[in-house]
């Protein structure tokens, strides 16, 4: 993918993963146009930086399909979709907001890219190139104790990317699936400081050098392949005791 003649559209980067990588895109010459909820921050994102902007709450379908207008009628030239807006908020079935926290995970988490998707889709399909990239994670194939619902949510993203390529391929949108690692970012609360995570600025340059790769599918960096492969190459239960020391 040529990074540089691009117009991307990002909710969820207001912060971590999704502002470093609008930051990259933007350097190397492409427009991008970021949303979010937090539209203090989309302003000053938009002062310091020159990003277009929207508020978008992902979670609200009115919302999504307010700001995909919104978006198209000041770009209509956007070619490329980010569903990067996530959520992980840890969970434990035994406790009462256990429901409440699950079913919010799968709103933003599931439906959320499902809504975008299906709001973008064909306008991205009447492009001469364009693409969907979703954003799944190592958790889609390796479990962490506390968070089933963010596991599940992934797992989800992993498959409805792989089966969406499926269908789109012959259009001309590509579908390419961005599976982090741990990454230090404020997902979590503390995570930014988690020294076994890596550093975000690691993380994206190699993002965007995978993104930029002949054929890009599924971007998967160095330090993802352990828990993405774990199941086929036979090491699934060490994976899963090796990322959950307690149980
Ligand atoms: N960091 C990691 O270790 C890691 C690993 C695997 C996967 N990921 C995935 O990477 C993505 C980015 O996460 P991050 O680590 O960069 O965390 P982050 O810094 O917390 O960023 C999350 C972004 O999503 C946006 N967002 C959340 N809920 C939203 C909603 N309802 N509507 C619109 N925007 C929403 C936030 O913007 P507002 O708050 O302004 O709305 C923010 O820009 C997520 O999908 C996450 O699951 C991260």
Do not use: C, W
């Not at 992934?154 to 390419?176: C, D, M, N, W, Y």
């Not at 741990?182 to 994206?204: I, Y």
């Not at 050098?209 to 599918?217: D, I, K, M, R, V």
């Amino acid at each position: 993918m040529d990074i540089s003649t691009r117009v991307f559209f990002i909710p969820g980067a207001t912060s971590g993963i999704g502002l470093a990588l609008a930051l990259r895109l933007k350097a190397a010459g492409s427009t991008v146009i970021i949303g979010g909820r937090r539209t203090a921050l989309l302003d000053q994102l938009a002062d310091e930086h020159g990003f277009s902007t929207v508020r978008i709450d992902t979670a609200d379908p009115v919302s999504v399909l307010t700001a995909r207008d919104q978006v198209l009628a000041q770009h209509p030239e956007v070619d490329t979709l980010i569903t990067m807006a996530g959520i992980m908020a840890a969970e434990d079935v035994h406790s009462a907001d256990f429901l409440a926290t699950a079913e919010n995970t799968v709103i933003t988490n599931v439906l959320g890219p499902v809504r975008l998707i299906a709001a973008f889709v064909e306008h991205l399909q009447a492009q001469e190139d364009a693409a969907i990239i979703t954003v799944s994670s190592g958790l889609a194939h390796t479990p962490v104790a506390a968070f089933p619902s963010y596991n599940g949510s992934k797992a989800f993203i992993h498959r409805f990317t792989e089966t969406l390529r499926l269908q789109l391929s012959g259009s001309p949108v590509q579908v390419l699936e961005i599976v982090p690692p741990g990454v230090r970012t404020d997902l979590t609360p503390g995570q930014a400081d988690f020294e076994h995570f890596l550093p975000l600025d690691t993380f994206v340059d190699e993002v965007v050098t995978l993104l930029q790769g002949q054929n890009a599918s599924e971007i998967l960096v160095e330090a993802v392949k352990p828990m993405r492969f774990a199941e086929a190459n036979g090491e699934y239960h060490e994976m899963v005791a090796a990322i959950n020391p307690a149980l």
